[in-house]
């Protein structure tokens, strides 16, 4: 079972209708104590801006509660916002704490013709684990919206280049991962790479 | 690198998709999800939507269809048509619409756009403007109400102050080239895309695949097409593979639909 976080930072109709439509049993969450036991993953969305995301997160309790969970060792996914905060800080609104299950920090993209970076952009795979969409390609395209990015750390596993900027779409641990873009908006490939994040963080 | 997106529009009318030109001879065409999910498969990128109904059971009608997408289909899509008040547009995309177009009512009531766009995010605000030239001024002027009311508004006057209220992607639509099937107005595309930096979304005229690559050089961001889809005169994958080869950065996928789903 994954339960998917509400703290009122963004939409999370389109992930839910994701998951059910590749078969994996999921639930929203609001409140920390309605989290039941059957609930092994813990998916945590986002739009909007890092620092009042962080702030709700904070207010609900979720920040203290998830940095506990991870610690455990229980798996966490986390998407656009919701991997963002998964790192350790961001300077959208001076600075904000994340919750530092990865190392880095949120900068805005710099040296890129527009802004927000909103389309579909080439991923590619530099992990050196079979890619996620096969053997055959190491690249594949999946769909972003954001200003904001985490440069390519030790954790990165896939890699998106807009204008002359360079920065993590996949950050990976044993226990956690990252998109940076919507896997819920991509077509087929985002929910076959959705399914696999969730089948990687069941094992 | 960031791709050029392809995006089919369907018009929707009392929750059933309908085709026709210029708006006379509709035709029945199926549901709208249906619709959608075979576009999406064929490599739509985006999806856009404008609900030409004008019953008082609209709203109702709405949230059935945009719902029914939304179970369906796993690309963004936006959603326009008479949308009037930022309840109205909250409410779309509380149903799973990415987006929601904004026109006539933007040009009544500017504000709207600076409200939707604080309550929903830029991302989520589109800006609908069809223009016309004024050949006696020698300029490009805004319609409205479906193209068929003249403001007098200057176009990329009124897309510079679109993008300045807050919308993230102007949707431009050349009210002379509609339905001719003879090309974009290119100088329109350049205009529009020389003078703000949202991205912009070409419609109106597309009839043949170079038509879609000049648009795309005139600096479209997106390209919108309705009628060469529908009549599958255009197959999107040939497409795509046409600009690709022509050296346009394009998502080119082998199976846009395949959820490799383990049974």
């Known amino acids: 079972m994954i339960a998917i976080i509400n703290y009122g930072a963004g939409n999370i109709g389109n992930i839910l209708r994701a998951l059910k439509f590749i078969g994996k049993e999921a639930l929203v969450v609001e409140k920390t104590f309605d989290l039941s036991h059957k609930v092994e993953i813990i998916l945590l969305p986002g739009v909007g801006s890092f620092a009042p995301a962080s702030e709700k997160l904070k207010k609900t309790g979720w920040f203290d509660f998830l940095k506990d969970w991870e610690e455990k060792g229980k798996p966490i996914l986390g998407i656009c916002l919701g991997m963002q905060l998964l790192c350790e800080s961001s300077t959208e609104g001076n600075y904000s704490e994340g919750l530092g299950i990865f190392e880095g920090t949120i900068k805005k993209l710099v040296n890129v013709p527009k802004l927000p970076h909103i389309g579909w952009n080439e991923v590619k795979w530099i992990s050196n684990f079979t890619s996620p969409w096969g053997e055959s390609s190491k690249e594949a395209y999946f769909y972003f919206v954001h200003s904001y990015a985490l440069e390519v750390t030790n954790n990165t596993t896939g890699i998106t280049t807009y204008g002359e900027s360079l920065f993590s779409a996949i950050i990976q641990k044993p226990n956690a991962i990252g998109f940076q873009f919507h896997p819920e908006r991509s077509g087929g490939k985002g929910l076959s790479l959705l399914r696999w994040a969730i089948e990687e963080l069941e094992e | ?263």
């Open chain 2, 1 to 263: 690198m960031l791709t050029k997106r392809i995006i089919p529009c369907l018009d929707v009318k009392n929750g059933r998709t309908v085709k026709g030109i210029n708006f006379k001879g509709l035709k029945d065409a199926g549901e709208p999800a249906e619709l959608a999910l075979t576009y999406m498969n064929e490599g739509a990128d985006e999806i856009v939507f404008l609900d030409i109904s004008a019953s008082n059971e609209r709203r109702k009608t709405m949230a059935q269809w945009v719902e029914k997408v939304a179970q369906r289909i796993f690309i963004p899509f936006t959603v326009g048509g008479g949308i009037s008040s930022v309840e109205e547009a909250k409410f779309i995309i509380s149903l799973g619409a990415d987006k929601i177009s904004l026109n006539t009512s933007a040009v009544r009531e500017p504000n709207l756009i600076k409200e939707c766009s604080q309550l929903l995010g830029s991302q989520a605000v589109v800006l609908a403007v069809d223009v016309a030239f004024n050949g006696k001024k020698g300029r490009y002027e805004v319609f409205v109400n479906g193209g068929t009311t003249p403001t007098g508004l200057e176009a990329i006057s009124w897309i510079k102050r679109g993008v300045s209220l807050g919308c993230g992607e102007i949707l431009l639509t050349s009210i002379d080239k509609d339905g001719t099937k003879d090309g974009y107005d290119l100088r329109l595309i350049a205009e529009a895309s020389n003078s703000v930096n949202v991205p912009i979304i070409a419609s109106g005229g597309a009839g043949k695949k170079e038509d879609f690559l000049e648009a795309i050089k005139a600096g479209a961001d997106g390209v919108l097409a309705a009628s060469v889809f529908h009549y599958d005169q255009i197959k999107i994958k040939d497409l795509k593979k046409y600009l690709k080869s022509e050296g346009t950065p394009i998502r080119e996928e082998e199976c846009y639909g395949c959820t490799n789903r383990k049974n």
